[in-house]
Each structure stands twice: as C-alpha cells, then as structure tokens.
Nanobody, 117 residues
Framework: QVQLVESGGGLVQPGGSLRLSCAASGIIFSFYRMGWYRQAPGKQRELVATITNGGTTNYADSVKGRFTISRDNAKRTVYLQMNSLEPEDTAVYYC???????????WGQGTQVTVSS
C-alpha cells in the first residue's frame, strides 16, 4: 500500500520558517519525481516545487529564493524548507509522487501551514 505522510506544518509568524517532511512507503522512491503542491481556501491547487531523482529542482515564481526542496533517497523522504514565510503562503501543503502512467502518481493527505501574526 502506497503512503505519503506529511509532517511539519503549523502556525508561524510572518518572516518565520517551517520545514515540511514527506515520508514515502510502498513505492520505489527513485522512480518518482517528488513535489510539493498547496491549496489555499477558495483557490486551485498549485505547484510549489518539484525535484527529480537526479536532483533537478523546479520552483513556482512566488517561492523562488525562499523555499528549498530536497530529497533523501535512502530515507525515502522529501523535504520543503520554507523561509521568510508570508501570509500568502497559508495553505494546505500536499506531497506528490509523480511517475509515468504505468507506474502511477500519488498524493499525501496534506498538512496545514498558517502564516499569521
């Protein structure tokens, strides 16, 4: 059974930092491009950042220079370091494992990030 379990969300003041983690099980981790997406109330889910097995990263313009995605293949875990958080970053953050249609794509259950004073 495939599981993506996110952790690390919470309430933080503007300018603060959080580190999200996503632990994967039931998949061959190296087969997947891993990513973080977010969905704010009343908005569509949007890409935050992705990272390939080879370490190539891609970021949404809104988070470039503030967020860093990384992965530890040995631990089958992907991370999102979020610095200089803004109220506009408030959303539910979802972990994503993406591969070919034959292999599949999976989502975590989400973790809430709230940036507020």
């Amino acid at each position: 059974q495939v599981q993506l379990v996110e952790s690390g969300g919470g309430l933080v003041q503007p300018g603060g930092s959080l580190r999200l983690s996503c632990a994967a099980s039931g998949i061959i981790f190296s087969f997947y491009r891993m990513g973080w997406y977010r969905q704010a109330p009343g908005k569509q889910r949007e890409l935050v950042a992705t990272i390939t097995n080879g370490g190539t990263t891609n970021y949404a313009d809104s988070v470039k220079g503030r967020f860093t995605i990384s992965r530890d293949n040995a631990k089958r875990t992907v991370y999102l370091q979020m610095n200089s958080l803004e109220p506009e970053d408030t959303a539910v953050y979802y972990c994503n494992a993406f591969s070919t249609p034959a292999i599949g794509t999976y989502w975590g259950q989400g973790t809430q990030v709230t940036v507020s004073s």
